[in-house]
């Protein structure tokens, strides 16, 4: 949603030549606003699947925090698919590294949690996702496409820089994210609540 309202503001900017929206736009508070705007939208988006108390799969801390890192991998994925200049690729490839790492742990804890833990339903969406019939999209597509390989694309990366490969890498990398999103919704199995 963040995101489609900066494609919106910058296709704008660039079709109606508007000297307002265009100091607007280069104002330095602008990109604090807008990165704001894109946690709280995002956080927002993770509290709301957590708070589902019939989804015990869902119904965990570790939804917003594993939808924040898989948004900031997505805003860095579009940030090297949309500028390319030395210092915003070096720290975008340096940020991605790290972001990345952190996603492979919570998406590993998040199906850990689940597996392990005391409800039946919740232990159903995680063995669903690690062994079921989520497991080729969760493993190959989230895991594997989505989060090692743009993570290997990135340290490679770091001492000797290739656009194709950061854009494949970034590319990639929302790939996964979506297929994150589709995987955990549906390993989503039901719980009667009392």
């Known amino acids: 949603m963040a995101t489609g309202i900066v494609l919106l503001l910058v296709a704008l900017r660039h079709t109606v030549n508007i000297k307002?929206?265009?100091?607007?736009?280069?104002?330095?508070w602008f990109g604090v606003l807008?990165?704001?705007v894109g946690v709280l939208v995002t956080i927002y988006s993770g509290f709301l699947i957590a708070a589902a108390p019939g989804i015990?799969?869902?119904?965990?801390?570790l939804i917003p925090v594993l939808w924040m890192l898989s948004a900031s991998v997505c805003a860095l994925a579009l940030t090297e698919?949309?500028?390319y200049r030395?210092?915003?690729?070096?720290?975008?490839?340096?940020?991605n590294i790290a972001l990345e790492i952190a996603e492979l742990i919570a998406v590993l804890a998040l199906v850990n949690i689940a597996i392990y833990g005391v409800s039946t339903a919740a232990r159903i969406s995680g063995w669903a996702l690690v062994y079921g019939p989520l497991a080729p999209a969760f493993w190959g597509g989230v895991v594997a496409v989505g989060i090692l390989t743009p993570?290997?694309?990135?340290?490679?990366s770091w001492r000797r820089e290739?656009?194709?490969?950061?854009?494949a890498a970034a590319i990639l990398a929302l790939i996964g994210a979506l297929i994150l999103r589709i995987?955990?919704?549906?390993a989503g199995v039901f719980e009667w609540v009392a």
């Open 20 to 28: 307002m929206l265009n100091a607007v736009m280069d104002a330095g």
């Open 34 to 36: 807008l990165a704001a």
């Open 56 to 61: 015990p799969f869902w119904n965990t801390a």
């Open 81 to 83: 698919l949309l500028i």
């Open 86 to 95: 030395d210092n915003v690729t070096k720290f975008t490839v340096r940020a």
């Open 151 to 156: 993570l290997a694309i990135g340290l490679v």
């Open 162 to 167: 290739n656009k194709l490969m950061l854009a």
């Open 183 to 186: 995987v955990v919704l549906q």
